[in-house]
């Protein structure tokens, strides 16, 4: 049987949400094309993430990256990405109620993933952050206080409850939702060095489970490949000092 | 066969994430326990949807309303639990890829939904919007000027390309996500009046779909039968005529 073509289409600067993505297909060891990170030259670069979207012949176009090409169909939106993912890459619960809980639990990971955006970008997407400023420290003020905890507190129950065994959410067996739990603490202890290292003591659950992640045989060759990109202040998680607390 | 006992747990005092699984049920026609609803003497009110959130018994507690009770599980996550209650109530599509592709709408769907929430509280939820004006009204002014504009352009796109016959996103039946798209109109007219005149204008799709959504007999039928949570400034969709520009 002819293995399927993975082409994931997500910008060439940034982990941003396309990471979580990434990260399954490293875990799993299934190839795939990370479409933008190709040379133009070679059909890659971000105007072709672009045009895939605004293609006037697709029926089902994708409201913004990342999507997937997969059988010549394009599949949007992160938690659906994986949950489409996630049994075809062994990253998924076994049985239905399993793989609803995996959803649940990826979608408010999502639900923090773009409150922690909002907090360098409380005005708006299409304004620098220079320019709504004094909004973001008011909004991170309130993040670190209320929100990272609320979230992290959740998230540390749910391991806890966890009748499975080893670090993981669900089940005895890393899933996809452990991959993006792993990426989502990652990117806040870059943003948030000082609140997040607070917050961790609290929370050793989820402590191990970052851990675990990152000492996964294949995320570590991936992390120490180069290949994945390198924080920065054009994505998600940024590090922008009079922000952490 | 005996039909199966559905549980919402939802704020009793407005419409919120709630109301896009009371509309799925409401089409369906089927019978559901809306239980902030029902009298505390028999059971009800907020502060069981609180304790069924914190029972320290449950192995897969929620992080917030709405979640369902049904079987003895709880599903939670608005987009979650019309994923799965869509095909059991007949308004999901038939295939794997109409099922995905019904997801990655009502994520995007979802997305707005919690942008919408953000125009009122951009610095944070746990503040009166008294106390966030002047940052409401920056991010208001964005919002109406980018943000509806890109998304209402992007789902009329999608019912322009749907190959179906009818007003409906998906196919040539309602789904329910197109419930949710009739129900994201209405909060935004109710909360945007003067903005919204002028959107949806240069949308006819969807103020068809619009119209369509709330002609269906059981939706009339519900609206007018006062079951229906007035729109309030409790809500997710508040009118605040300053934002309105």
Redesign the interface.
């Known amino acids: 049987m002819p293995s399927v073509k993975y082409e994931l289409l997500y910008w060439s600067g940034l982990q941003g949400r396309g990471e979580f993505v990434r990260l399954a297909f490293e875990e799993a060891g299934v190839a795939y094309v990370d479409v933008a990170l190709i040379p133009e030259s070679q059909g890659g670069g971000d105007d072709v993430v672009v045009r895939g979207m605004e293609d006037p012949r ?6 913004a990256p990342p999507y997937l090409r997969v059988r010549g ?1 394009l ?3 992160t ?2 990405i994986l ?2 993912l996630g049994p075809r890459l062994g990253l998924a619960p076994r049985d239905a ?1 399993g793989r ?2 995996a ?2 639990l990826q ?2 990971i999502a ?1 923090l993933v ?1 409150e922690t955006h ?1 907090t360098h970008h ?3 997407s ?2 620098y952050y220079e320019d ?1 400023k004094r ?1 973001a420290k ?2 991170s003020r ?1 993040f670190i206080a ?1 929100r990272i905890p609320k ?1 992290l507190g ?1 998230f540390e ?2 391991i806890e ?3 499975g065994t080893g670090p993981w959410m669900i089940g005895s067996r890393i899933t996809y939702v452990d991959l993006s739990m792993g990426q989502l603490i990652d990117g806040l202890r870059y943003a948030f060095p000082k609140a997040m290292a607070r917050e961790m003591r609290k929370h050793p659950r989820l402590s191990r489970l970052h851990k675990a992640v990152f000492a996964r045989p294949r995320i570590k060759r991936y992390v120490k490949s180069g290949h994945r990109i390198a924080n920065n202040e054009t994505d998600i998680f940024r590090r922008y000092p009079p922000l952490d607390t």
């Open positions: 697709e029926k089902r176009p994708p409201f169909r599949i949007g939106q938690a659906n949950e489409y109620a609803r809980w959803n649940q979608l408010t639900d773009a909002d409380p005005v708006s299409s304004l709504q909004e008011r909004r309130d209320h979230f959740y129950k749910v409850r966890n009748t």
